[in-house]
Protein backbone atom coordinates (compact mmCIF):
# COMPACT_ATOMS: atom_id res chain seq x y z
CA UNK A 1 0.00 0.00 0.00
CA UNK A 2 1.48 3.51 -0.32
CA UNK A 3 1.28 5.81 3.02
CA UNK A 4 1.82 8.61 4.31
CA UNK A 5 2.63 9.89 8.05
CA UNK A 6 2.14 13.09 8.83
CA UNK A 7 5.30 14.22 11.64
CA UNK A 8 8.77 12.40 11.98
CA UNK A 9 8.50 12.44 15.77
CA UNK A 10 9.13 8.90 18.14
CA UNK A 11 5.44 8.07 16.80
CA UNK A 12 5.56 9.37 13.30
CA UNK A 13 8.95 7.74 12.66
CA UNK A 14 8.95 4.22 13.88
CA UNK A 15 5.17 3.76 11.89
CA UNK A 16 6.87 4.87 9.15
CA UNK A 17 9.84 2.60 9.52
CA UNK A 18 7.66 -0.07 10.43
CA UNK A 19 5.43 0.18 8.08
CA UNK A 20 7.86 0.62 5.06
CA UNK A 21 9.72 -2.12 6.68
CA UNK A 22 6.90 -4.88 5.72
CA UNK A 23 6.80 -3.68 1.98
CA UNK A 24 4.33 -0.60 1.92
CA UNK A 25 5.81 2.49 0.33
CA UNK A 26 6.27 5.47 3.29
CA UNK A 27 6.48 8.76 2.79
CA UNK A 28 7.33 10.75 5.30
CA UNK A 29 6.20 14.82 5.83
CA UNK A 30 6.77 16.89 8.30
CA UNK A 31 7.05 20.78 8.31
CA UNK A 32 10.41 20.79 10.25
CA UNK A 33 13.17 21.31 7.46
CA UNK A 34 15.87 20.34 9.84
CA UNK A 35 14.37 17.04 11.15
CA UNK A 36 13.40 16.33 7.19
CA UNK A 37 17.32 17.38 6.32
CA UNK A 38 18.42 15.09 8.80
CA UNK A 39 16.48 11.86 7.53
CA UNK A 40 17.75 12.59 3.86
CA UNK A 41 21.33 12.51 4.84
CA UNK A 42 20.67 9.35 6.47
CA UNK A 43 20.79 10.36 10.48
CA UNK A 44 17.50 10.32 12.88
CA UNK A 45 16.67 13.22 15.12
CA UNK A 46 15.62 10.89 17.57
CA UNK A 47 17.41 8.18 19.64
CA UNK A 48 15.41 5.01 19.52
CA UNK A 49 17.18 1.78 19.57
CA UNK A 50 16.68 -0.42 16.09
CA UNK A 51 15.56 2.62 14.21
CA UNK A 52 18.21 3.95 12.19
CA UNK A 53 18.72 0.32 10.87
CA UNK A 54 14.86 0.45 9.90
CA UNK A 55 14.63 3.73 8.61
CA UNK A 56 18.54 3.05 6.55
CA UNK A 57 17.40 -0.21 4.65
CA UNK A 58 14.10 0.77 3.72
CA UNK A 59 15.69 4.36 2.27
CA UNK A 60 18.11 2.39 0.50
CA UNK A 61 15.09 0.45 -0.76
CA UNK A 62 12.95 3.36 -2.01
CA UNK A 63 10.46 2.23 0.47
CA UNK A 64 10.94 5.33 2.93
CA UNK A 65 11.31 8.88 1.61
CA UNK A 66 11.08 12.01 3.25
CA UNK A 67 9.61 15.69 2.19
CA UNK A 68 8.34 18.84 3.64
CA UNK A 69 6.49 19.46 0.47
CA UNK A 70 2.42 18.06 1.33
CA UNK A 71 1.32 17.95 -2.72
CA UNK A 72 3.88 14.94 -2.78
CA UNK A 73 3.15 14.17 0.47
CA UNK A 74 -0.70 13.73 0.14
CA UNK A 75 -2.53 12.76 -3.25
CA UNK A 76 -2.75 9.34 -4.32
CA UNK A 77 -2.09 7.91 -1.24
CA UNK A 78 -4.53 4.94 0.06
CA UNK A 79 -3.44 6.10 3.62
CA UNK A 80 -2.59 9.16 5.72
CA UNK A 81 -1.65 8.80 9.45
CA UNK A 82 -1.19 12.25 11.19
CA UNK A 83 1.26 11.46 13.85
CA UNK A 84 2.05 14.94 15.14
CA UNK A 85 2.31 16.24 18.48
CA UNK A 86 -0.86 16.81 21.32
CA UNK A 87 0.88 18.90 24.09
CA UNK A 88 -0.45 20.14 27.01
CA UNK A 89 -2.33 23.35 26.55
CA UNK A 90 -2.66 25.94 29.78
CA UNK A 91 -5.57 24.63 31.54
CA UNK A 92 -4.00 21.30 30.91
CA UNK A 93 -6.02 20.05 27.79
CA UNK A 94 -4.75 19.08 25.00
CA UNK A 95 -3.60 21.43 22.48
CA UNK A 96 -5.17 20.21 19.00
CA UNK A 97 -3.66 23.08 16.79
CA UNK A 98 -0.87 20.44 15.17
CA UNK A 99 -3.29 18.07 14.26
CA UNK A 100 -5.75 20.24 13.03
CA UNK A 101 -3.37 22.13 11.06
CA UNK A 102 -2.34 18.64 9.56
CA UNK A 103 -6.35 17.86 8.69
CA UNK A 104 -6.62 21.04 6.92
CA UNK A 105 -3.58 20.11 4.73
CA UNK A 106 -4.94 17.25 3.97
CA UNK A 107 -8.31 18.62 2.98
CA UNK A 108 -5.91 20.73 0.55
CA UNK A 109 -4.51 17.93 -1.20
CA UNK A 110 -6.29 14.63 -1.44
CA UNK A 111 -7.70 13.85 -4.79
CA UNK A 112 -9.22 10.00 -3.87
CA UNK A 113 -10.76 8.26 -1.11
CA UNK A 114 -8.07 8.77 1.84
CA UNK A 115 -7.95 6.78 5.13
CA UNK A 116 -7.37 9.48 7.56
CA UNK A 117 -5.63 7.67 10.46
CA UNK A 118 -5.56 9.92 13.28
CA UNK A 119 -2.25 8.00 15.65
CA UNK A 120 -2.01 10.85 17.67
CA UNK A 121 -3.47 10.84 21.48
CA UNK A 122 -6.55 12.63 21.17
CA UNK A 123 -9.45 13.77 23.30
CA UNK A 124 -12.87 11.89 22.45
CA UNK A 125 -14.55 14.07 19.51
CA UNK A 126 -11.36 15.12 17.95
CA UNK A 127 -12.38 12.76 14.81
CA UNK A 128 -15.18 14.70 13.90
CA UNK A 129 -12.99 17.98 14.26
CA UNK A 130 -10.84 16.80 12.00
CA UNK A 131 -13.38 15.29 9.19
CA UNK A 132 -14.26 18.78 9.42
CA UNK A 133 -11.33 20.32 8.81
CA UNK A 134 -10.74 18.01 6.15
CA UNK A 135 -14.47 18.86 4.49
CA UNK A 136 -14.10 22.51 4.72
CA UNK A 137 -10.83 22.52 2.69
CA UNK A 138 -12.32 19.78 0.54
CA UNK A 139 -15.37 21.66 -0.10
CA UNK A 140 -13.72 24.86 -0.69
CA UNK A 141 -11.84 22.96 -4.11
CA UNK A 142 -15.32 22.40 -5.29
CA UNK A 143 -14.58 18.19 -5.13
CA UNK A 144 -16.73 16.02 -3.84
CA UNK A 145 -13.80 13.74 -2.77
CA UNK A 146 -14.51 11.01 -0.06
CA UNK A 147 -12.71 10.13 2.75
CA UNK A 148 -13.05 8.45 6.26
CA UNK A 149 -11.19 9.36 9.91
CA UNK A 150 -10.52 6.29 11.80
CA UNK A 151 -8.96 6.45 15.11
CA UNK A 152 -5.55 4.10 15.51
CA UNK A 153 -4.04 5.26 19.47
CA UNK A 154 -0.56 4.59 19.85
CA UNK A 155 0.51 2.16 22.74
CA UNK A 156 4.33 1.73 22.00
CA UNK A 157 7.14 2.67 24.63
CA UNK A 158 10.18 4.81 24.07
CA UNK A 159 12.97 2.53 23.94
CA UNK A 160 11.23 -0.31 22.82
CA UNK A 161 9.23 1.45 20.30
CA UNK A 162 10.31 -1.24 17.68
CA UNK A 163 9.13 -3.62 19.48
CA UNK A 164 5.88 -2.63 20.66
CA UNK A 165 4.85 -1.80 17.43
CA UNK A 166 5.82 -4.63 15.61
CA UNK A 167 4.53 -7.08 18.18
CA UNK A 168 1.94 -5.24 19.53
CA UNK A 169 -0.41 -6.51 22.49
CA UNK A 170 -3.27 -5.31 20.59
CA UNK A 171 -4.24 -2.86 17.53
CA UNK A 172 -7.11 -0.64 18.45
CA UNK A 173 -9.46 0.90 15.45
CA UNK A 174 -12.31 3.07 15.63
CA UNK A 175 -14.26 3.18 12.57
CA UNK A 176 -17.42 4.97 11.60
CA UNK A 177 -20.79 2.44 10.76
CA UNK A 178 -21.03 4.03 7.01
CA UNK A 179 -19.47 2.50 3.50
CA UNK A 180 -16.60 4.85 3.97
CA UNK A 181 -15.90 3.49 7.41
CA UNK A 182 -16.29 0.06 6.51
CA UNK A 183 -13.72 0.62 3.40
CA UNK A 184 -11.70 2.58 6.21
CA UNK A 185 -11.89 -0.75 8.10
CA UNK A 186 -10.74 -3.21 5.70
CA UNK A 187 -7.65 -0.92 4.76
CA UNK A 188 -6.45 -1.00 8.25
CA UNK A 189 -7.14 -4.95 8.39
CA UNK A 190 -5.00 -5.15 5.42
CA UNK A 191 -2.28 -2.55 7.14
CA UNK A 192 -1.77 -4.27 10.05
CA UNK A 193 -2.01 -7.76 8.64
CA UNK A 194 1.36 -8.19 9.14
CA UNK A 195 1.44 -7.50 12.75
CA UNK A 196 -1.35 -9.69 13.41
CA UNK A 197 -0.57 -13.51 12.54
CA UNK A 198 -1.20 -16.46 15.62
CA UNK A 199 -3.72 -14.54 16.88
CA UNK A 200 -6.39 -11.94 16.64
CA UNK A 201 -4.63 -8.72 18.03
CA UNK A 202 -7.27 -5.89 16.35
CA UNK A 203 -9.76 -4.69 18.14
CA UNK A 204 -12.44 -2.75 16.23
CA UNK A 205 -15.09 -0.29 18.15
CA UNK A 206 -16.27 3.44 17.76
CA UNK A 207 -14.64 6.08 16.83
CA UNK A 208 -15.03 7.93 20.59
CA UNK A 209 -14.28 4.81 22.01
CA UNK A 210 -10.91 4.14 20.37
CA UNK A 211 -9.86 7.68 21.39
CA UNK A 212 -11.35 7.34 25.22
CA UNK A 213 -9.18 3.72 25.15
CA UNK A 214 -5.72 5.49 24.86
CA UNK A 215 -6.09 8.01 27.76
CA UNK A 216 -7.93 5.27 29.72
CA UNK A 217 -4.98 3.31 29.09
CA UNK A 218 -2.01 5.71 30.23
CA UNK A 219 -4.22 6.88 33.11
CA UNK A 220 -4.40 3.62 34.63
CA UNK A 221 -0.45 2.63 34.49
CA UNK A 222 -0.13 6.09 35.90
CA UNK A 223 -2.58 5.57 38.87
CA UNK A 224 -0.35 2.40 39.53
CA UNK A 225 2.97 4.33 39.66
CA UNK A 226 1.87 7.14 41.58
CA UNK A 227 -0.09 4.47 43.72
CA UNK A 228 3.27 2.41 44.52
CA UNK A 229 5.09 5.64 45.20
CA UNK A 230 2.69 6.40 47.96
CA UNK A 231 2.99 2.96 48.80
CA UNK A 232 6.76 2.95 49.08
CA UNK A 233 6.70 6.68 50.74
CA UNK A 234 4.42 4.85 53.88
CA UNK A 235 7.17 1.43 53.50
CA UNK A 236 10.04 3.95 54.52
CA UNK A 237 7.92 4.98 57.33
CA UNK A 238 7.00 1.68 59.16
CA UNK A 239 9.95 0.03 58.28
CA UNK A 240 8.84 -2.13 55.02
CA UNK A 241 10.78 -2.74 52.11
CA UNK A 242 8.77 -1.47 48.67
CA UNK A 243 10.68 -4.00 46.82
CA UNK A 244 9.80 -7.14 48.63
CA UNK A 245 6.33 -5.80 48.65
CA UNK A 246 6.28 -5.60 44.78
CA UNK A 247 7.16 -8.81 44.74
CA UNK A 248 4.81 -9.88 46.94
CA UNK A 249 1.75 -8.09 45.05
CA UNK A 250 3.14 -8.50 41.58
CA UNK A 251 2.90 -12.72 42.08
CA UNK A 252 -0.74 -12.09 42.06
CA UNK A 253 -1.81 -12.65 38.06
CA UNK A 254 -4.95 -9.95 39.06
CA UNK A 255 -2.34 -7.43 39.52
CA UNK A 256 0.81 -8.54 37.91
CA UNK A 257 4.49 -7.56 38.07
CA UNK A 258 4.56 -4.41 35.21
CA UNK A 259 4.89 -0.93 36.04
CA UNK A 260 4.67 -1.71 39.74
CA UNK A 261 8.17 0.13 40.06
CA UNK A 262 8.01 2.54 43.19
CA UNK A 263 10.82 5.66 41.89
CA UNK A 264 11.17 9.35 41.50
CA UNK A 265 7.77 9.79 39.71
CA UNK A 266 7.02 9.15 36.14
CA UNK A 267 7.46 12.05 33.61
CA UNK A 268 8.05 12.10 29.23
CA UNK A 269 6.28 13.10 26.95
CA UNK A 270 2.97 11.01 27.43
CA UNK A 271 1.90 10.48 30.83
CA UNK A 272 2.16 13.61 32.96
CA UNK A 273 0.19 15.32 29.47
CA UNK A 274 -2.46 12.44 29.07
CA UNK A 275 -3.59 12.58 32.90
CA UNK A 276 -4.12 16.56 32.63
CA UNK A 277 -5.93 15.90 29.33
CA UNK A 278 -8.05 13.75 30.46
CA UNK A 279 -8.56 15.76 34.24
CA UNK A 280 -9.91 18.54 31.77
CA UNK A 281 -12.37 16.44 29.54
CA UNK A 282 -14.09 15.28 32.56
CA UNK A 283 -14.22 19.19 33.60
CA UNK A 284 -15.49 20.18 30.20
CA UNK A 285 -18.40 17.26 30.99
CA UNK A 286 -18.93 18.81 34.42
CA UNK A 287 -17.07 15.86 36.24
CA UNK A 288 -14.11 15.64 37.84
CA UNK A 289 -11.68 12.65 38.24
CA UNK A 290 -10.70 12.29 42.15
CA UNK A 291 -8.39 9.76 41.73
CA UNK A 292 -6.37 11.62 38.65
CA UNK A 293 -6.36 14.45 40.86
CA UNK A 294 -4.85 12.69 43.58
CA UNK A 295 -2.34 10.55 40.84
CA UNK A 296 -1.06 14.49 39.28
CA UNK A 297 0.30 15.75 42.88
CA UNK A 298 1.25 12.67 43.66
CA UNK A 299 3.63 12.60 40.87
CA UNK A 300 4.44 15.87 41.53
CA UNK A 301 5.43 15.54 45.33
CA UNK A 302 6.99 11.86 44.27
CA UNK A 303 9.98 13.99 41.98
CA UNK A 304 10.75 15.97 45.16
CA UNK A 305 10.94 13.03 46.76
CA UNK A 306 14.80 12.91 46.88
CA UNK A 307 15.37 16.73 47.09
CA UNK A 308 13.64 16.30 50.67
CA UNK A 309 15.99 13.81 51.69
CA UNK A 310 19.25 15.87 50.49
CA UNK A 311 18.12 18.41 52.06
CA UNK A 312 17.84 16.20 55.32
CA UNK A 313 20.75 15.22 55.04
CA UNK A 314 22.64 18.18 54.10
CA UNK A 315 20.36 20.84 55.12
CA UNK A 316 18.49 23.62 52.85
CA UNK A 317 21.79 25.78 51.82
CA UNK A 318 23.22 23.34 49.40
CA UNK A 319 26.00 26.23 48.31
CA UNK A 320 28.99 24.50 49.79
CA UNK A 321 27.74 21.17 48.20
CA UNK A 322 28.60 19.27 44.33
CA UNK A 323 26.30 16.57 43.53
CA UNK A 324 26.93 14.23 40.55
CA UNK A 325 23.87 13.14 38.51
CA UNK A 326 23.45 9.44 36.81
CA UNK A 327 20.83 10.15 34.40
CA UNK A 328 18.55 12.80 32.59
CA UNK A 329 16.83 11.40 30.28
CA UNK A 330 12.93 10.43 31.58
CA UNK A 331 13.83 6.85 31.54
CA UNK A 332 16.64 4.66 29.92
CA UNK A 333 16.57 3.78 25.88
CA UNK A 334 15.17 7.38 24.94
CA UNK A 335 16.92 10.69 24.73
CA UNK A 336 13.74 12.34 25.45
CA UNK A 337 13.82 14.65 28.32
CA UNK A 338 10.16 15.99 28.48
CA UNK A 339 8.70 16.21 32.12
CA UNK A 340 11.83 14.14 33.13
CA UNK A 341 12.11 14.00 37.21
CA UNK A 342 15.83 14.94 36.76
CA UNK A 343 14.78 18.57 35.75
CA UNK A 344 13.02 19.25 39.09
CA UNK A 345 15.79 17.82 41.00
CA UNK A 346 18.44 19.46 39.67
CA UNK A 347 16.86 22.55 39.32
CA UNK A 348 16.06 22.38 43.26
CA UNK A 349 19.00 21.81 44.18
CA UNK A 350 20.76 25.03 42.15
CA UNK A 351 17.99 27.02 43.49
CA UNK A 352 19.65 25.96 46.78
CA UNK A 353 23.44 27.44 45.67
CA UNK A 354 24.64 23.76 45.03
CA UNK A 355 26.84 22.83 41.75
CA UNK A 356 25.40 19.97 40.00
CA UNK A 357 27.79 17.65 37.24
CA UNK A 358 25.63 15.57 35.10
CA UNK A 359 25.87 12.69 32.98
CA UNK A 360 23.33 10.81 30.56
CA UNK A 361 24.93 8.15 28.08
CA UNK A 362 22.55 9.69 25.52
CA UNK A 363 20.27 12.49 26.35
CA UNK A 364 23.26 15.13 27.11
CA UNK A 365 22.14 16.97 23.86
CA UNK A 366 18.56 17.14 24.28
CA UNK A 367 19.26 17.84 28.04
CA UNK A 368 21.78 20.72 27.40
CA UNK A 369 18.74 22.28 25.67
CA UNK A 370 15.95 21.08 28.03
CA UNK A 371 18.19 22.61 30.57
CA UNK A 372 19.44 25.76 28.86
CA UNK A 373 15.12 26.45 28.59
CA UNK A 374 14.58 25.65 32.05
CA UNK A 375 17.22 28.17 33.48
CA UNK A 376 16.75 31.16 30.96
CA UNK A 377 17.05 34.21 33.04
CA UNK A 378 18.89 32.52 35.83
CA UNK A 379 22.43 32.77 34.15
CA UNK A 380 24.23 32.50 37.64
CA UNK A 381 22.49 29.00 38.31
CA UNK A 382 23.34 27.61 34.87
CA UNK A 383 26.73 28.81 35.42
CA UNK A 384 26.42 25.97 38.36
CA UNK A 385 25.45 23.06 36.09
CA UNK A 386 28.00 21.47 33.97
CA UNK A 387 28.36 17.90 32.07
CA UNK A 388 30.91 15.64 31.51
CA UNK A 389 31.56 12.99 29.47
CA UNK A 390 31.91 9.80 31.35
CA UNK A 391 29.91 8.47 34.03
CA UNK A 392 32.42 8.22 36.63
CA UNK A 393 33.55 12.06 36.10
CA UNK A 394 30.37 12.74 37.29
CA UNK A 395 31.45 11.73 41.06
CA UNK A 396 34.81 13.59 41.53
CA UNK A 397 34.84 15.60 43.99
CA UNK A 398 30.90 15.36 44.74
CA UNK A 399 29.74 15.14 48.14
CA UNK A 400 26.95 12.61 46.77
CA UNK A 401 25.78 10.87 43.46
CA UNK A 402 22.33 10.96 42.62
CA UNK A 403 20.89 8.21 40.63
CA UNK A 404 17.83 9.76 38.09
CA UNK A 405 17.55 7.23 35.56
CA UNK A 406 17.91 3.40 35.50
CA UNK A 407 20.34 3.37 32.44
CA UNK A 408 22.12 -0.23 32.57
CA UNK A 409 25.64 1.14 32.70
CA UNK A 410 24.54 2.62 36.20
CA UNK A 411 23.61 -0.97 37.72
CA UNK A 412 26.80 -2.67 38.43
CA UNK A 413 29.43 0.35 39.03
CA UNK A 414 32.70 -0.30 40.17
CA UNK A 415 31.44 0.36 43.90
CA UNK A 416 35.79 0.90 45.05
CA UNK A 417 36.37 3.32 42.31
CA UNK A 418 32.84 5.07 42.99
CA UNK A 419 34.15 5.94 46.62
CA UNK A 420 37.44 6.52 45.82
CA UNK A 421 36.32 9.82 43.82
CA UNK A 422 33.05 10.99 45.56
CA UNK A 423 34.02 13.33 48.72
CA UNK A 424 31.59 11.23 50.69
CA UNK A 425 30.80 7.81 49.69
CA UNK A 426 26.54 8.74 49.63
CA UNK A 427 24.34 8.00 47.13
CA UNK A 428 20.87 9.12 46.65
CA UNK A 429 19.14 6.22 44.63
CA UNK A 430 15.63 7.24 42.96
CA UNK A 431 15.04 4.06 40.91
CA UNK A 432 16.09 2.06 43.52
CA UNK A 433 18.91 0.09 41.38
CA UNK A 434 21.32 -1.28 44.55
CA UNK A 435 20.90 -3.50 47.69
CA UNK A 436 20.88 -1.46 50.62
CA UNK A 437 22.16 -4.73 52.99
CA UNK A 438 25.46 -4.44 49.86
CA UNK A 439 25.65 -0.76 50.11
CA UNK A 440 26.22 -0.75 53.91
CA UNK A 441 28.74 -3.73 53.64
CA UNK A 442 29.95 -1.48 51.41
CA UNK A 443 30.36 1.51 53.77
CA UNK A 444 28.33 3.43 51.46
CA UNK A 445 25.69 5.86 52.82
CA UNK A 446 22.76 5.03 51.33
CA UNK A 447 19.12 6.48 50.54
CA UNK A 448 16.76 4.79 48.17
CA UNK A 449 13.02 4.83 47.27
CA UNK A 450 10.82 3.07 50.26
CA UNK A 451 12.83 0.56 52.01
CA UNK A 452 14.82 1.18 55.49
CA UNK A 453 18.05 2.41 55.57
P1 LIG B 1 7.04 14.51 18.59
O1 LIG B 1 6.96 15.84 19.22
O2 LIG B 1 8.25 13.66 18.78
O3 LIG B 1 6.86 14.66 17.01
C1 LIG B 1 5.84 15.39 16.42
C2 LIG B 1 6.29 15.80 15.00
O4 LIG B 1 5.21 16.40 14.31
C3 LIG B 1 7.41 16.83 14.99
O5 LIG B 1 8.47 16.38 14.17
C4 LIG B 1 6.77 18.09 14.38
O6 LIG B 1 7.66 18.88 13.63
C5 LIG B 1 5.70 17.46 13.53
N1 LIG B 1 4.59 18.36 13.19
C6 LIG B 1 3.91 19.23 13.97
N2 LIG B 1 2.94 19.82 13.27
C7 LIG B 1 2.98 19.32 12.02
C8 LIG B 1 2.21 19.52 10.84
N3 LIG B 1 1.16 20.35 10.83
N4 LIG B 1 2.53 18.84 9.74
C9 LIG B 1 3.58 17.98 9.74
N5 LIG B 1 4.33 17.73 10.83
C10 LIG B 1 4.03 18.39 11.96
O7 LIG B 1 5.74 13.73 19.04
P2 LIG B 1 5.59 12.19 19.47
O8 LIG B 1 6.25 11.95 20.76
O9 LIG B 1 5.91 11.36 18.29
O10 LIG B 1 4.01 12.14 19.73
C11 LIG B 1 3.07 12.26 18.69
C12 LIG B 1 1.71 11.86 19.22
O11 LIG B 1 1.72 10.47 19.57
C13 LIG B 1 1.27 12.60 20.49
O12 LIG B 1 -0.12 12.78 20.45
C14 LIG B 1 1.63 11.63 21.59
O13 LIG B 1 0.83 11.80 22.74
C15 LIG B 1 1.35 10.30 20.94
N6 LIG B 1 2.13 9.17 21.47
C16 LIG B 1 3.44 9.33 21.75
C17 LIG B 1 4.19 8.24 22.21
C18 LIG B 1 5.64 8.38 22.56
O14 LIG B 1 6.19 7.43 23.11
N7 LIG B 1 6.29 9.50 22.30
C19 LIG B 1 3.57 6.99 22.34
C20 LIG B 1 2.22 6.87 22.02
C21 LIG B 1 1.51 7.97 21.57
C1 LIG C 1 4.01 5.35 28.03
C2 LIG C 1 3.18 4.05 27.94
O1 LIG C 1 3.87 3.01 28.62
C3 LIG C 1 2.95 3.66 26.48
O2 LIG C 1 2.11 2.51 26.42
C4 LIG C 1 2.27 4.81 25.76
O3 LIG C 1 2.10 4.51 24.40
C5 LIG C 1 3.13 6.05 25.89
O4 LIG C 1 3.34 6.36 27.30
C6 LIG C 1 2.47 7.23 25.29
O5 LIG C 1 1.28 7.34 25.25
O6 LIG C 1 3.26 8.07 24.85
P1 LIG C 1 6.59 5.98 27.78
O7 LIG C 1 6.16 7.32 28.26
O8 LIG C 1 7.46 5.87 26.59
O9 LIG C 1 5.29 5.08 27.46
O10 LIG C 1 7.37 5.26 28.96
P2 LIG C 1 7.00 4.29 30.17
O11 LIG C 1 7.88 3.13 30.11
O12 LIG C 1 5.56 4.04 30.27
O13 LIG C 1 7.46 5.18 31.41
C7 LIG C 1 6.81 6.39 31.73
C8 LIG C 1 7.34 6.91 33.05
O14 LIG C 1 6.90 6.08 34.13
C9 LIG C 1 8.87 6.94 33.14
O15 LIG C 1 9.28 8.13 33.75
C10 LIG C 1 9.20 5.74 34.01
O16 LIG C 1 10.38 5.91 34.74
C11 LIG C 1 7.99 5.71 34.94
N1 LIG C 1 7.73 4.37 35.50
C12 LIG C 1 7.37 3.34 34.68
C13 LIG C 1 7.82 4.18 36.87
O17 LIG C 1 8.13 5.12 37.64
N2 LIG C 1 7.54 2.94 37.38
C14 LIG C 1 7.18 1.89 36.60
O18 LIG C 1 6.94 0.79 37.14
C15 LIG C 1 7.11 2.09 35.21
Redesign the pocket.
Known amino acids: MNVTI ?8 VTAACLADVGNDVCC ?4 RD ?1 IDVLESGGI ?2 HEPGLHEIVARNKAAGRLSFTTDPHRAMTQREAIFI ?5 SGEDGS ?1 DLQ ?2 L ?2 AS ?1 IGRHIETFTVVVD ?4 PVGTARRVREAIAEQVAQRGLDCMFSVVSN ?6 GA ?1 IEDFTRPERIVVGCDDDVPGERARETMKRLYAPYNRNRERMLFMDVRSAEFT ?1 YAANAMLATRISFMNELANLAERVGADIEAVRRGIGSDPRIGYHFLYAGCGYG ?3 FP ?2 VRALMQTAHEYGDTLRILDAVSSVNAAQKQVLVNKIVERFGDDLSDCVFGVWGLAFKPGTD ?1 M ?1 EAPSRVVVAALLERGARVVAFDPVAMKEAKRAFAADLRGEPEARARLSFVEDQMDVVAGADALIVMTEWKAFKSPDFDSLKARLKQPIVFDGRNLYEPIAMEELGIEYYSIGRPR
Open positions: IGCGYVGLFDVDKPIAVGTPAYVAAEKSTVPEFLKEAKGSCKDDR
